[in-house]
């Protein structure tokens, strides 16, 4: 993770400080769900272990009033490479609840922290840029104007670009039927992104 996207995480729990650490969270009875780590532990020592169920249900079999509280260790989580949580799927929450309405502070500091995980495309290869990508694509609705950064000539760059190049917009998470896909889709396949992967091929034969 880079710098700017450890200080945008501190800068993200911050802002959601005030929100209340839930005494009961309400979920479908049809459902297991073992709720005694997510209200004793500490935040920030929640493992993925202990937020799996959850992450997959809230919204769903799981009522959304916790959300606020367990979201920035969720973020945070995501850049965690022994992590097993979806970073599509917990980045689709964050659309589902509307975060463009969230109270001021809330939107900045999430947004701050959107745009330190785009300039961290050019600055470190990562293991998970297909299925951060995906996710960004259910949070921001310039995705491919912004991934114009994977054209600049850096070693991080290039790594990831050629990920998703070879990704080719493959991953389930992807709704392919939304506007957002067909955009990310037509970027990929841009004669700017195909040129650039074939100068990248080229100067690694």
């Known amino acids: 993770m880079t710098a700017a996207v450890s200080a945008a995480l501190e800068a993200l729990y911050t802002a959601f400080a005030d929100a209340p650490r839930p005494t009961v969270i309400p979920h479908s009875p049809l459902k297991q769900l073992d709720t005694a780590p997510l209200l004793t532990k500490p935040l920030r020592a929640l493992t993925d272990e202990d937020l799996s169920d959850y992450h997959f249900g809230v919204f769903n079999t799981i009522t959304e009033d916790s959300f606020a509280y367990f979201l920035p260790r969720l973020v945070e989580l995501?850049?965690?490479?022994t992590s097993v949580l979806c970073t599509e799927l917990i980045y689709q929450k964050v659309a589902q609840d509307g975060w463009q309405h969230w109270p001021m502070p809330r939107r900045e500091a999430f947004q701050s922290y959107l745009d330190a995980v785009v300039a961290s495309f050019a600055e470190e290869a990562q293991w998970d840029t297909a299925d951060r990508v995906c996710g960004l694509g259910s949070l921001l609705d310039d995705l491919p104007e912004r991934l114009?950064?994977?054209?600049?000539?850096?070693?991080?760059?290039?790594?990831?670009?050629?990920?998703?190049?070879?990704?080719?917009?493959g991953n389930s998470f992807w709704d392919k039927r939304s506007a957002g896909y067909t955009r990310y889709v037509a970027w990929l396949h841009s004669d700017a992104v195909f040129q650039r992967v074939l100068e990248i091929y080229s100067t690694r034969q």
């Open 78 to 81: 995501t850049h965690d490479e």
């Open 148 to 169: 114009n950064i994977l054209l600049q000539d850096t070693a991080a760059a290039c790594a990831n670009l050629l990920t998703l190049h070879e990704n080719d917009g």
